[in-house]
């Protein structure tokens, strides 16, 4: 099923509406898939509109915070792992996030169902160098991050 929506523009519903979109991160472009929690036979929710425009709206902000949080995520996993004191070739020595930038990727924008969390509520994915299985993800509440962790954390 197909839907052109107000907001979000066409979306294919796949166990929820998807969209592949373009988006800017720190200069570099990014092919990457919106997926917007819902139903079929239900129309998107406006709080989801909020979210996501409000997101859109903050982007070139939210980005700062973004790589500050998942820069902070990174060097205590680092740590945890032992990592900082013991080498990793999958784990190298990052503290800038010039470097960081390297070794992420944007990957997809999740916008989950509103009662979720209280808020705009936004999922951000990342595929990251460190861990190709889980990834890297960040969960948004009111364009403030709210938790940073595997790509689990975003959906």
Same mark, same amino acid.
């Given at each position: 099923?197909i839907?052109?929506?107000e907001? %979000?523009g066409?979306?294919?519903y796949?166990f929820?509406w /998807?969209?592949?979109?373009? @988006?800017n991160? %720190? ?5 990457i898939? @919106?997926? @917007?929690d819902?139903?079929?036979d239900?129309?998107?929710d #406006?709080?989801q509109h909020e ?6 709206? &903050?982007?070139g #902000?939210?980005q &700062?915070? %973004? @790589? ?5 995520y990174?060097?205590q996993k680092? &740590?945890?792992?032992?990592?900082d004191? #013991?080498?990793n070739e ?5 503290? /800038?996030?010039?470097?960081l930038?390297? &070794? ?7 916008i989950?169902f509103?009662?979720i969390?209280?808020?705009?509520d936004i999922?951000? /994915?990342?595929?990251? /160098?460190?861990?190709n299985?889980n ?7 009111n ?12 959906i």
């Amino acid at each position: 099923m197909i839907i052109n929506d107000e907001i %979000f523009g066409e979306l294919n519903y796949e166990f929820g509406w /998807t969209k592949d979109t373009t @988006i800017n991160f %720190f200069g570099k472009e990014y092919e990457i898939s @919106i997926m @917007i929690d819902g139903e079929e036979d239900e129309e998107i929710d #406006e709080e989801q509109h909020e979210s996501y425009t409000s997101l859109l709206q &903050h982007w070139g #902000e939210l980005q &700062h915070s %973004f @790589i500050d949080a998942i820069l902070k995520y990174y060097i205590q996993k680092r &740590h945890e792992l032992g990592y900082d004191v #013991e080498v990793n070739e999958s784990y190298p020595s990052i503290t /800038t996030t010039d470097q960081l930038l390297n &070794h992420i990727s944007l990957s997809g924008i999740t916008i989950p169902f509103p009662d979720i969390n209280e808020g705009r509520d936004i999922g951000i /994915t990342f595929d990251c /160098t460190w861990d190709n299985e889980n990834g890297l993800g960040l969960r948004i509440v009111n364009e403030q991050v709210l938790k940073v962790g595997y790509q689990d954390v975003a959906i």
